[in-house]
């Protein structure tokens, strides 16, 4: 069985060999290798050129896609993926690193279970640099590793609440990708929780392979990295509030949650709007919300109450 694994790189010269020589050095042999590069500013094209120029003979099949424009997270996977002629695909970013018996132990998964379509491992944390003393937490926790042996409606609720699944360790079948119109280009930086949530809606389960298939870099504390978070979570917070409004309120009739959803976003708009000046007025703002939700509530079940004793 061909895999097919889409590396997706942009600006990643200091980690992109890593990643590379791991697919390499796989005990599975038959991989065709997909690099899609998003316009990267660094080394990280001609490192990948030198790389594949040596090393192209393992391969079943070799494509470097390099973008001319920077498209964004997910479109940039989407052109790696739809030229996958696998039957399975593997995408990993171009800072991680693949367990070497990964590709062996995701097929045996699938020998042993021929139904499933999409389903997890488990990753192994770890800062910056890749050595044992730098490993952290394993992704899932415990608690969320409850998530897979759920019911595909429990499943659907969990999802609502939050994303416990770890993306980098995804195995999916190209039929269901292509079935399912590949991951949503709406949002632009975030591909995987919105595919998840079509996945389940579409009927398909969400399986587990509780092993460690790939490490999963962290991103550094030093002072740069934290203006790139709180950029990151400027872009979080804008990919959280249209997923609530194109995905998440579709699949919730809960009006105590899309409430407070709202109250959320509202309050998170004038933090970034007021670059974070009117906080006490905020705060003000969101206990009168809270406040007025509760009294909604109330009110509703004294309703409710009334009608019954009639």
């Given at each position: 069985m061909k895999v097919s694994i889409v590396v997706v790189t942009y600006n990643f010269e200091d980690y992109i060999l890593e990643t590379l020589e791991?697919?390499?050095?796989?005990?599975?042999?038959?991989?065709?290798?997909?690099?899609?590069?998003?316009?990267?500013s660094?080394?990280?094209?001609?490192?990948?050129?030198?790389?594949?120029?040596?090393?192209?003979?393992?391969?079943?099949?070799?494509?470097?896609?390099?973008?001319?424009?920077?498209?964004?997270?997910?479109?940039?996977?989407?052109?790696?993926?739809?030229?996958a002629s696998g039957e399975w695909i593997k995408v990993i970013a171009g800072d991680d690193i693949l367990e070497n018996n990964a590709l062996k132990n995701y097929v045996s998964f699938i020998n042993e279970n021929p139904n499933i379509k999409i389903f997890f491992g488990r990753a192994q944390t770890f800062d910056d640099v890749f050595k044992k003393e730098n490993f952290g937490n394993i992704l899932p926790g415990k608690e969320e590793e409850k998530f897979f042996y759920k019911s595909l409606n429990s499943k659907k609720k969990w999802l609502l609440k939050g994303n416990p699944i770890p993306a980098p360790t995804s195995f999916i079948k190209r039929e269901l990708l292509e079935k399912l119109f590949y991951f949503d280009e709406r949002f632009k930086m975030?591909?995987?929780y919105p595919f998840w949530f079509k996945v389940l809606n579409s009927k398909e389960d969400i399986g587990y392979l509780p092993k460690v298939t790939v490490f999963y870099r962290k991103i550094s504390t030093s002072v740069s990295a934290k203006k790139k978070d709180e950029e990151i979570s400027i872009s979080m917070f804008r990919f959280d509030k249209d997923f609530y409004t194109i995905v998440l309120s579709k699949n919730s009739k809960n009006i105590v949650y899309k409430w407070d959803?709202?109250?959320?976003?509202?309050?998170?708009?004038?933090?970034?709007?007021?670059?974070?000046?009117k906080l006490p007025y905020l705060k003000k703002r969101v206990y009168n919300l809270f406040y007025s939700r509760n009294?909604?509530?109330?009110?509703?079940?004294?309703?409710?109450?009334?009608?019954?004793k009639k």
């Open positions: 791991s697919i390499k050095n796989q005990s599975y042999s038959e991989i065709e290798l997909i690099i899609t590069d998003d316009k990267s660094d080394k990280t094209v001609s490192i990948v050129s030198e790389w594949i120029d040596l090393n192209r003979e393992r391969f079943s099949r070799v494509i470097f896609l390099k973008n001319e424009v920077n498209l964004g997270v997910t479109k940039n996977i989407n052109e790696g993926v739809k030229k975030v591909e995987d959803k709202n109250v959320e976003f509202f309050i998170k708009d004038k933090i970034i709007e007021n670059n974070n000046k009294l909604f509530i109330i009110f509703i079940i004294f309703m409710l109450l009334f009608k019954l």
